[in-house]
């Protein structure tokens, strides 16, 4: 019966979705959105420290969702609105667990990424890693003549955690969002959708590899994450328990509630909280797996870092690139990237 019923839902919601998913012709803007190509699957976002250029996640894969495969980390200059091959070198093992290592030979699977200044003033880079095992990977992103990555470890969660998100603060620990088991199938991830259980929790790693599962986090397909270290709080996304939660870490309670259909990544930017929701069925994104482009619409949420009540709302259309997974807010304008699509796109505030 369960099976009966979520096919049945399937069928309606994918059927509905075809409205909004067309294809697109070229590389064009619109009055809505400037896009700039070239891109696989941009899912994620960060600014450089001297804010003129975007590290760029580009996503190979998940499962269930859609096959596991490599990606890149890239970059993309603000300037001159063109993208750029990021350099990576490999140092020691500095910042990860000792007893994780990496073939030089192997690319990386990236998705969620966050950057931080460290208190000795290194810039460290965390990436969830889903190829060609699940790992979080250490980076220094370093500056000379040109913005480049050194790779400074890692932290191997093969069989132990599914990661989608990661958040450091500045001694170089995170906090990363388990969104469920590794093995869950394609038909409890949908039939989730509706039923709403907790599948995940928010995971904090220090760094002498000990790993502390968060209880009170527990929640609905956990997503996008980010720390407000000044006040011990964090913001989690749950995608499919459709809401943003702030908790206080030192009560270990919540603080903030924003209702929103399916957050997906958070970021934290000139005191506010930016969350970017789709503003469609989940199952809908199911028709998606063959499209280079999910053109389903999205929303990106303003909110309060305090309390998380609602600032700003900016809905998009997204008639010519994929849905928003991120959206990084930068001198007027906000920056998107999305995990299916070969753009990044630009809207004004």
């Known amino acids: 019966m369960k099976i009966f019923t979520l096919l049945i839902a399937v069928m309606t919601i994918t059927s509905c979705s075809q409205l909004f ?3 697109i012709d070229g590389c064009k803007s619109d009055d809505e959105l400037t896009v700039y190509c070239g891109f696989r699957n941009p899912e994620d976002l960060a600014l450089t420290p001297d804010e003129k250029f975007l590290i760029v996640s580009e996503f190979g894969g998940m499962s269930p969702l859609v096959e596991m495969s490599p990606g890149k980390l890239s970059l993309f ?7 750029l091959e990021l350099s990576i070198i490999f140092g020691d093992n500095e910042w990860g667990s000792r007893n994780c290592t990496r073939d030089k030979s192997i690319p990386f699977g990236p998705h969620g990424i966050d950057l931080i200044t460290r ?6 880079l965390a990436v969830v890693s889903h190829y ?4 979080i990977e250490m980076f220094e992103l370093q500056y000379d003549e040109n913005w480049v990555l050194e790779w400074k470890g890692c932290i191997n969660i093969e069989n132990q955690y599914y990661f989608n998100d990661v958040s450091l603060d500045d001694d170089g620990n995170f906090y990363a969002t388990h969104m469920f088991d590794s093995n869950y199938s394609m038909i409890n991830l949908a039939w989730n959708v509706f039923a709403k259980s907790n599948t995940g929790f928010v995971v904090k790693w220090i760094k002498d590899n000990k790993f502390v599962k968060l209880e009170y986090t527990a929640g609905s397909f956990p997503n996008g994450i980010a720390l407000d270290q000044e006040n011990n709080n964090l913001v989690v996304n749950y995608n499919f ?7 206080d870490m030192d009560n270990q309670n919540q603080i903030g509630i924003f209702e929103y259909n399916s957050p997906d990544n958070v970021i934290i930017k000139d005191e506010f909280v ?4 789709h503003d469609h069925f989940a199952i809908s994104a199911l028709r998606c797996s063959k499209k280079t482009n999910c053109t389903l619409p999205f929303s990106v949420n303003q909110i309060s870092l305090k309390n998380l009540s609602l600032i700003n709302s900016y809905k998009f259309k997204s008639n010519n690139m994929g849905t928003g997974t991120v959206a990084l807010p930068h001198q ?8 299916r699509s070969d753009r990044i796109a630009e809207g004004r505030l």
């Open 119 to 124: 208190k000795d003033g290194r810039h460290q």
């Open 241 to 247: 328990g459709d809401k943003t939660i702030l908790f």
């Open 132 to 135: 060609p095992t699940e790992s």
């Open 21 to 23: 998913m067309q294809p």
């Open 274 to 277: 930016w969350v970017t929701n």
């Open 332 to 339: 007027g304008s906000l920056w998107i990237g999305s995990y």
């Open 77 to 83: 200059d603000l300037q001159n609105k063109m993208k």
